[in-house]
């Protein structure tokens, strides 16, 4: 059974810094493109960060660029999401995502696996 779990979520002020973590069992993670998405209330779930087996990665152009920094130890089965500069409109529950075929799409759809997400809150 695969399953993901996120952490290092929670309230911070704006300009502030957190690193989530997200931890996956049951696959075989060194082949998996990994994901970082997002949904908050107002807006649909939309993809934040990707990173492919290989190590490359991807950004959403619009709002986070600049600011994130996706990686992976594939020793430890764990992808991270570090976010700096945290601002009000970060506010969403951040979900951790794996498309086992490698694949590092930004499609959400294309994902096989969700992890049960980690609510990051900040505070102007």
């Known amino acids: 059974q695969v399953q993901l779990v996120e952490s290092g979520g929670g309230l911070v002020q704006a300009g502030g810094s957190l690193r989530l973590s997200c931890v996956a069992s049951?696959?075989?993670?060194?082949?998996?493109?990994m994901a970082w998405l997002r949904q908050s209330p107002e807006k649909e779930r939309e993809y934040v960060a990707v990173?492919?087996?290989?190590?490359?990665?991807?950004y959403r152009e619009d709002t986070v660029k600049g600011r994130l920094n996706i990686s992976r130890d594939n020793a430890k089965n764990t992808v991270y999401l570090q976010i700096n500069r945290l601002k009000p409109e970060d506010t969403a529950v951040y979900y951790c995502a794996a498309n086992s075929r490698g694949a590092g799409t930004t499609s959400a759809s294309e994902y096989d696996y969700w992890g049960q997400g980690t609510q990051v809150t900040v505070s102007s």
């Open positions: 990173i492919s087996r290989f190590g490359g990665s991807t």
């Open positions: 049951g696959l075989t993670f060194s082949v998996a493109a």
